[in-house]
Structure formats: C-alpha cells, structure tokens
C-alpha cells in the first residue's frame, strides 16, 4: 500500500514549477498518496493546479495555528544578519540594500552569540508551534512524512514541530538559492533529510547552521529544472515571429526583469541598452525580448512608447500582493519554456533565471550598470550575494557587464560562437528524490 505524504504549499509560483511542469507531482504520486496542504488564498487558477494533480486538497485555516510571541526569534535573526555582515558571506534582499559591517554588528553579530541564540530559537521553536489542530488533521488523514520547501512561516513551523512530535518523517528541499542568503536560519534540527541542489549549496548550510551537522543531506538538484532537460517546444519559432511580429531569422536575447521594489527605473535601463544595440544591430538581425517580472502588475509597461528592437512578451501571471501569491498559468509556462528554447542568450541582473539558461548551456548576460549605463550600486550588490559568487568562478558561459559599452564584445562572440547540445542524460532530480524517500 502507498503511504501518504503531506505536502506544504504557501507561495504558488514557485511550488507550481517545483510539482507541476516539471513532473514531480506525478513521479511522487506513483509512489505516494499526496496531500497537499495549504493556507487558503481563494485563488481558482492555483486550486486548479493542486486540486487535479495527487489525492486532496486540504485548506488550513491559519487562525488556528499557534502564534507565540516572536521576540526570541527576532532576536536571533537581527544576531544572524549582523554575523552575515561581519563574515562577508553574501547576504542579499531583492527589495532593499544590504547592510556593512559596523560596531554595532561587530558587535551583535559575534559567533559565540549566533551559537547561543540558535540554541535557544530552537528549543523555543520546538516547544511553542506544535498543534494540536494541524496533529488531528495529519491523523484524519493518516499522514506517514511531510515534504516542504520553505521554513519560516507559522504555517511551516507549526505543521514540521507537530509532525516531528507525532514521529513522521520530515523531508526538506530548498526552494530557492537565496533562500539561505535572505534568512539563514532552517528552525528545525532533527529533520529525516534535507535535499540540496549541489555540493556547495550543502557546505553553505552546513557553514551557516552547524546544528544540521547531524542531518543526512541530499544532492539531487532541483526539480524546478527537470523541465528543460528533455523540453520540445509546443510551437513553432514562425509562431512566436507572429504573434510578436519579429524577423524569425534574428537572433534574440531576453531580458529578464527584477521584482520591483529596490530598483523601479529598471525599464529605463532596459531602454538605454535596446538603444544602444540598435546602433550595432538592426533589429531584424537582433531584438531584445523582455520578460516582466512575475511580481509585476499584469499592465506594466504596456503604454510606454519602446525601442523598435523590444519586444514585450506576454505578462502570464497574477499577483496578489496582500495575499502574497503568485500564479503564472499553464499556457505562460508553456511560452516560457518555448522562448527558452529558442533565445540565444539572457540578459539580466543575477537571478535565479540565470541557472535555466545554463541548464540549456545558453550565455548568460548579468549587467551591473543602470539607467545611466554604469556601474549601479543597487544593482552591483546582487554580483556579492553568497549563492551567485561561484557562477562567476566556474562558469563560462557568465559575464558580468559593468557598463552598456561593454556589453557589444561578448554579444559578438555569441552571434560567432555555436551553442553546445543539451545532455538529456542527465538524471533528473524528481526522480532522485523519489528514490530517496522512504
């Protein structure tokens, strides 16, 4: 018989892709009853995804859950983030600048403090969000392991504490490559495993939370990606050519937009560089695709008068701010992947879009300049994130750009430069994880 597996949802975008186009949820499914639970946002397109794919559905109301007070908790995390500043390992925020060090993180930030107030988070954390709600419905349910890709919500903490009390296995898979460098703190320390994209993903948690020594830890990848290792566009390139009235035989690069928040003028940026490579390009030897940010309104930009060499895609997403849920529909994923397929490179401030093109073994752009065409210290700041230092080490196929002068050399080499095959081989990592669980 198939055991059931309780999977946590909160953010929608993301976990979409996680599960769904990347045929996790299925692979799963054939060895487990799948529960997906989640916080009711009263979204039809994101109950239609989860809704159709495993077993049930199950909405939690959030107001039962514990909710202790959190001075213990912000203490620990004003202490982690003035110790991330004092070891210069990256911290990063997609909304605002990241601090220096000074006296008072010298001070704050010091190792023998983190140690202590880990300590101490975690046994207030152990001790005050379990449920006993959340214990009956993992009971009426008969739920054997939990599976999540976020930890600091109530929702999160609340549902892994109960399930650790009641002796289920608890799997943790990071979701995201920041998340480590935007609050490095997993508040659980006796989990069943945790599943890591790569070696070095493995010795940053383990160098940021020592207390995970003892947890198995996993190196299979990210689900997210299985999509574009065997992916064969639904439509034709003539198709896109049309609908976004384009010479097929251009070559494309597509930029790819920042959440709004730390940076607004980004569009100017965009403009200054599509004027620029009008000059050297003709757009029907080469256009800038340009891809809002899935945390942008759906009517963004639409009234701006554009370069003639941009071409504004489809905005396929919804976002609910109050709500914070993202939901891209099927038919974007779709046109997403299919664009991937056929662009030739990306353009882009460091994002987590830079790691798709390089499944795809496509070059990578990441322009550190802004509307002025330099050298942006808001922009500068993502090239100093812990998760994205090692790209530019090991990685070929990424440049950093540090003014729109610079950027006509490397796309040259692109335009001389054929692109290598894709390795379908490769083992995906939903298919690892499978295997793993247990």
Excluded at 257 to 286: F, R, S, W
Aim: proline fraction near 4%.
């Amino acid at each position: 018989m198939k055991q059931n597996l309780a999977i946590l949802l909160e953010f929608g975008y993301h976990e979409i892709k996680k599960y769904i186009p990347s045929g996790f949820a299925k692979k799963l499914s054939k060895k487990y009853n799948i529960y997906w639970f989640a916080i009711d946002k009263q979204n039809k397109k994101f109950h239609n995804y989860f809704s159709t794919v495993g077993t049930q559905l199950i909405y939690i109301d959030e107001s039962l859950l514990p909710t202790p007070n959190k001075a213990v908790e912000y203490r620990n995390q004003s202490i982690r983030c003035a110790w991330m500043q004092n070891k210069k390992v990256g911290q990063f925020h997609n909304y605002k600048k990241v601090g220096t060090s000074t006296l008072k993180t010298k001070l704050l930030g010091n190792s023998i403090l983190k140690s202590y107030y880990e300590k101490k988070t975690l046994q207030f954390i152990a001790n005050n969000y379990a449920s006993s709600y959340l214990k009956n419905q993992f009971q009426q349910y008969k739920i054997d392991s939990l599976l999540f890709t976020s930890y600091n919500s109530n929702f999160v903490k609340s549902a892994v504490i109960t399930a650790q009390q009641m002796a289920l296995k608890t799997w943790y898979l990071v979701n995201s490559w920041k998340d480590l460098y935007t609050n490095n703190f997993v508040p659980f320390n006796k989990l069943t495993a945790l599943f890591v994209w790569s070696q070095q993903m493995q010795k940053d948690y383990l160098y940021h939370c020592n207390y995970l020594k003892q947890t198995p830890f996993y190196n299979t990848g990210n689900p997210t990606f299985d999509a574009l290792l065997d992916y064969q566009p639904k439509q034709p390139l003539a198709y896109y050519s049309k609908k976004y009235n384009f010479n097929p035989k251009a070559k494309i690069g597509y930029y790819t937009m920042m959440p709004p928040g730390l940076v607004n003028d980004e569009i100017e940026t965009i403009n200054l560089t599509a004027d620029y490579l009008l000059k050297l390009y003709p757009k029907e030897t080469l256009v800038l695709f340009v891809r809002r940010n899935p945390n942008h309104d759906k009517e963004a930009f639409k009234d701006l008068v554009l370069p003639e060499n941009i071409v504004l895609t489809e905005h396929f997403t919804t976002y609910d701010k109050e709500k914070d849920l993202i939901v891209q529909t099927e038919e974007g994923e779709q046109e997403w992947l299919d664009l991937l397929h056929y662009t030739h490179f990306n353009l882009s401030v460091p994002s987590t879009v830079t790691l798709e093109f390089l499944i795809l073994n496509k070059p990578v752009l990441n322009i550190a300049y802004g509307p002025k065409g330099k050298v942006d210290n808001r922009i500068s700041q993502h090239f100093k994130a812990g998760f994205y230092q090692p790209l530019f080490k090991n990685n070929k196929l990424v440049k950093q750009i540090n003014s729109v002068n610079d950027i006509s050399f490397p796309i040259n080499n692109i335009f001389d430069t054929k692109l290598e095959a894709v390795n379908n081989d490769t083992e995906k990592a939903a298919d690892k994880i499978v295997n793993l669980l247990n």
